[in-house]
């Protein structure tokens, strides 16, 4: 393992922290972030590096949820806004997601540190979302599908874990990283 994935939980005599994070799925894999003829979403390639290296750095497990839009549309897909996707379909599908990310520490629970969404996604966007405004997709703000059942899964099992949106622009990004900066130091 290199020095810089050594990170302080194998240095320690004691047990290894079992800390995690709850994730949107293309914050490790920026293949699903929607495209379509002659445009896409904003993305970057492969992980997000930024929010993923300080979390191996610093020994913190992480936990991918699905992607809902790209395992009900695929990809490429149509553009659409969170009230496009407002449908008792896709909202179940979302709603099974945060189920399976709850019955993945329920077991076993580790320190939820956490959860990271993606901002300005109909589905993961945390401060930041796309809604239809008079008949265009435009910027808004507020949470997505995914997010808001996310929320509620939490809220029912007692869980009062921070929830932060990852966003590629940069004024987005410090925040998040300096949130989790915080969170990894605990
Ligand atoms: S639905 Fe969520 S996980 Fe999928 S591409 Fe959009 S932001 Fe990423």
């Known amino acids: 393992m290199s020095d810089t994935f050594h990170h302080a939980a194998n240095e320690s005599a004691g047990s290894p922290r079992d800390r995690v994070v709850i994730l949107a799925h293309c914050i490790m894999n920026q293949s699903t ?3 379509w003829e002659g445009g896409g979403a904003t993305r970057t390639e492969g992980a997000v590096e930024e ?11 992480i936990i991918q949820m699905e992607c809902p839009e790209q395992t009900l549309y695929g990809n490429p897909r149509p553009p659409r ?14 709603r099974e997601i945060a189920v ?11 320190e939820v540190i ?3 969404g993606f901002e300005g996604s109909p589905s993961c966007g945390v401060e930041r ?6 008949g265009s997709r435009a910027e808004s703000p507020g ?17 009062d874990t921070p929830i932060i949106g990852v966003g590629l ?3 987005e990004m410090s925040i998040a990283l300096g949130k989790l900066e915080t969170l990894l130091k605990g």
């Open 129 to 134: 979302t796309t809604r239809t405004i008079k």
């Open 169 to 171: 622009r940069e004024g």
């Open 114 to 116: 956490a959860a990271l």
């Open 81 to 94: 806004s969170r009230d496009d996707y407002d449908t008792p379909e896709f909202k179940e599908k979302c």
């Open 100 to 110: 399976r990310a709850m019955q993945t520490i329920e077991n076993s629970t580790p």
């Open 51 to 61: 929010i993923i290296t300080p979390l191996l750095e610093h020994g913190v497990g």
């Open 143 to 159: 949470e997505g599908h995914l997010i808001e059942a996310l929320r509620q899964e939490m809220r029912e099992k007692g869980l």
């Open 33 to 35: 972030r929607a495209r």
